[in-house]
């Protein structure tokens, strides 16, 4: 994956960017029609956002709307945290999602919010397994190479919801979740440290 590549598409999605993963119910399949149709309604909101005159700000508050309920952010925060999620406290588990969600959305609300001239397309969907569908878009902006980025879209609570972002064969959830476990495993397996690192994350973003 070139560095431009993965930068953009950690900036869209991890969508560290929008990554604990409440594994969509046996039996809730994803249908990739229904797949297809909800990315592409997503990325036309996101468009409608980001092509408007709105100032910036108002532009990264109306995608960080869009992007928390397209995502399913607690499922994929879940699922990048992984093994560690067991070894958490319940209060670590509960500081851990707050500070992911505010994470993924700022990162992306303000990576998003900062492009205009935008154009989404949306090709083929495809089966991944009983619980999800790949939907591949590509994303084009002026003076830019498009970027193809295939979508992973599962049904969770009944409803379908963005769980993975795949750019160049690369899951940016599975990137993140090795991230993060190295931080864990560097601070002699502490959750608090990956804690601190995230707060640390969230205060440079201002």
Avoid: K
């Amino acid at each position: 994956m070139s560095a431009v590549t993965r930068r953009l598409a950690l900036g869209l999605l991890a969508l560290p960017a929008l990554a604990p993963f409440a594994f969509p119910a046996q039996g809730q399949t994803m249908d990739p029609g229904r797949a297809a149709g909800f990315i592409t309604t997503t990325g036309e909101e996101l468009v409608a956002v980001l092509n408007s005159d709105a100032p910036v700000e108002q532009r990264r508050e109306r995608v960080a709307t869009i992007l928390r309920r397209a995502v399913d952010i607690e499922g994929t925060g879940r699922f990048i945290l992984g093994r560690w999620w067991r070894v958490a406290t319940p209060e670590e588990q509960r500081e851990y999602l707050r500070l992911f969600e505010e994470t993924l959305i700022r990162n992306l609300a303000s990576r998003f919010g900062e492009f205009q001239g935008v154009r989404f397309t949306v090709g083929r969907s495809q089966t991944r397994s009983e619980e999800d569908v790949l939907v591949t878009t590509v994303v084009e902006r002026p003076n830019a190479p498009a970027v193809t980025l295939d979508w992973r879209v599962g049904e969770v609570g009944g409803q379908p919801r963005i769980v993975d972002l795949v750019a160049e064969g690369a899951s940016l959830r599975l990137t993140q979740r090795s991230e993060y476990s190295a931080v864990i495993t560097r601070s002699g397996n502490r959750i608090a440290a990956l804690l601190d690192a995230m707060r640390g994350q969230i205060e440079r973003m201002g």
